[in-house]
RNA sequence: GCUCCAGUAGCUCAGGGGAUAGAGCACCGGUUUCCUAAACCGGGUGUCGCAGGUUCGAAUCCUGCCUGGAGCGCCA
């Protein structure tokens, strides 16, 4: 992999995908507007920022750039400003040519030819065409799920797994060495209402009669669990105690959540347990040094508490805890990190890991989260500057919810399927993909934005299967697949094929093939996974109607094209299957 | 009450200063001597939540409001 990005650094023969043809563009604007301006054809002003970008329609070309921002500037008709510059462009190769309309578009057509020989280069190339160089020898960590070992992964989880991954994928693709990270705490109360929960699980099986409280672990997933260690042991484990129980039922939720990830292929590199911040002390270190820094203060109540607040914290008689000063970083209000009883909350180990995250070097971290994260995440960043650490190298992606709903046909409308472990009416990620597939689950989560709110209609996804997005873009894949099965048999081969003979189907398939370099970069720049889903759709959209149109036996170019280009299926994640 | 996110076609959602606002689903009609028809071709009258404002130009930016969700614990 190293070695490839090697190569696409260092070659200057093929540097092609539409984004640089854009700043290609852009280069050669600004320079005929200096160069108007430097023989008087138009008043001397800084020349603003060119953005050309890909029209919405194939008649307008295939790059545009609207002059009509100029004509302030220039003070001048805006039609008028763009003869100007295309009169004084310096001629590009890969242009044919430039069309000008009302009421001031600069259109440019990409020429035939160039398109064409892409085809070569792209065969050549093989996966590493879109290889970007953005990430070249830097790292990245990509943090994602991090749920405790308390439950199943649920619909919920299963957004941010999807995400974080396709988020790792795409710093991969764009050149990054990425790791994946999943951050838990083991020490927590649920933990140990999930010990005891088991421990009462148990003496039932071994048929004890006790009383099973309403606000333990309600889920049946539990009852499996100490049937199995009724079958295995018997009644010897009734002397133990719940930190026994907690340990066994950890154990087996870690194996369930590693086997449901890794059933829509994601796995981790990384195992973080908070526990481990405690015992090597970076926890107290970490308060130490910003007590040192000054940022902590002892009281009974934060400096900026209102009298209604003073008045409450005095009523429950609380001793002075220990406060991090984070308003003065912008935060609204003061956080308690050691509570009077001496326990810490969770701000301070997640300042600490945070902290131990950065000492790691990555040049990015991205930490994907819950909303309901927001607040704890900016105390986080505040934290870490009181350590008079830069917060930069992380970005936070928020995952807004996700709702499983059912259609109510008797109300005619949708309602929430419950997702509360503790009352163990939920979904699973297991049972998603049982009714669907592992191809579905990741696509449905990830072709949405991350912060809309998400209702994944469960029937839905499973009655339309056979309609679903997903299979019609896996479906392009086979069918490239079943061209190139056809044409071994056939004994034919696409050796000494002829460009010059593709047509203007192939050359539509070509330009949206070429896009997949800018639609990377800008996944990584901005965050965005979720664009590579619908890229995939698109490109998939393009190629089905060239399927149908042009057959592979009168032209040898398009299998190549499509087989160089369908590594999109693999960018998401999802299998590429070569037969449905 | 304060902060953040969302409101776009019947439904689920893209787009987030530029040309005639898109896709999937659903619905209707057509297409198969030949690489998989899970496909293709045709069919869209949308107050882009509401009202102002900025701009040559606003679904997009600003302000206010309405609706839904999330956060605002010495919870985890």
């Excluded at 018997?234 to 939720?253: H, P, V």
């Amino acid at each position: 992999m190293l070695e490839s990005v090697a190569v696409y650094t260092t070659s200057n023969t093929r540097r092609y995908s539409l984004k640089q043809l854009n700043q290609e563009l852009e280069k050669a604007i600004s320079a005929a507007l200096l160069s108007a301006q430097a023989d008087g054809r138009l008043p001397t002003f800084d020349v603003p920022a060119i953005p050309v970008s890909p029209p919405k329609r194939a008649d307008q070309g295939d790059l545009s750039y609207p002059a009509m921002g100029l004509a302030r500037l220039a003070r001048k008709n805006p039609l008028d400003i763009a003869r100007l510059i295309v009169d004084s462009m310096n001629s590009l190769d890969f242009i044919d040519h430039i069309d000008i309309a009302p009421p001031g578009f600069i259109n440019f057509t990409i020429a035939a030819d160039y398109l064409k020989r892409q085809v070569d280069t792209i065969i050549a190339e093989g996966d590493n065409f879109f290889r970007l160089s953005i990430g070249a020898g830097k790292t990245a960590q990509v943090e994602f799920v991090s749920a405790n070992p308390s439950g199943p992964i649920t619909i919920g989880h299963t957004r941010g797994a999807v995400v974080g991954d396709a988020m790792a994928r795409l710093l991969e693709a764009a050149g990054y060495q990425v790791q994946r990270e999943y951050y838990y705490n083991n020490a927590g109360n649920q933990m140990v209402i999930l010990g005891k929960s088991l421990m009462l699980r148990y003496l039932q099986q071994i048929g004890d009669d006790v009383d099973y409280p309403a606000d333990y672990y309600q889920g049946e997933y539990l009852v499996d669990v100490a049937a199995q260690l009724a079958d295995e042991n018997g009644d010897s484990l009734r002397a133990r105690d719940w930190a026994y129980f907690k340990d066994a039922a950890e154990s087996q939720m870690f194996q369930w959540i590693n086997r449901s990830l890794a059933s829509i292929d994601i796995k981790h590199d990384e195992f973080f347990n908070e526990t481990s911040l405690f015992e090597c002390g970076r926890i107290w270190r970490t308060l130490e040094l910003m007590r040192e820094n000054g940022h902590v203060y002892e009281a009974t109540h934060w400096e900026g508490a209102d009298a209604v607040e003073v008045a409450d914290v005095a009523a429950k008689g609380y001793e002075p805890a220990t406060w991090f000063h984070s308003s003065a970083f912008g935060d609204e209000k003061d956080r308690v990190m050691v509570k009077s009883d001496g326990a810490p909350t969770y701000t301070l180990p997640d300042i600490a890991y945070h902290c131990d995250k950065l000492e790691r070097g990555f040049d990015i971290a991205v930490n994907v989260l819950g909303t309901d994260h927001f607040s704890q995440a900016q105390v986080v960043k505040y934290g870490l500057q009181a350590l008079g650490m830069d917060p930069a190298p992380i970005h936070v992606i928020f995952v807004q919810m996700v709702r499983a709903v059912r259609w109510n046909q008797a109300r005619g409308e949708y309602e929430a399927v419950k997702q509360s472990k503790r009352a163990g009416d939920f979904d699973t990620l297991d049972d998603l993909v049982e009714m669907t597939s592992a191809d579905a689950v990741r696509y449905h989560m990830l072709a949405r934005s991350p912060n809309s709110q998400l209702d994944f209609d469960v029937d839905q996804v499973v009655k339309q299967s056979n309609e679903n997005p997903v299979y019609y873009i896996q479906n392009a894949y086979v069918r490239c697949a079943g061209i190139f099965r056809e044409a071994d048999e056939r004994g034919f081969s696409d050796k000494d094929a002829d460009l010059s003979l593709l047509g203007a189907d192939e050359l539509c398939f070509i330009r949206k093939a070429l896009e997949l370099g800018n639609v990377i970069e800008q996944a990584v720049l901005n965050y965005e996974p979720h664009k590579i889903a619908f890229y995939a759709h698109e490109l998939a959209s393009v190629f089905h109607p060239i399927y149908d149109r042009v057959r592979v036996l009168h032209s040898e170019a398009p299998p190549d094209v499509a087989k160089a280009r369908l590594r999109f299926l693999q960018l998401m994640g999802m299998s590429a299957p070569e037969r449905m």
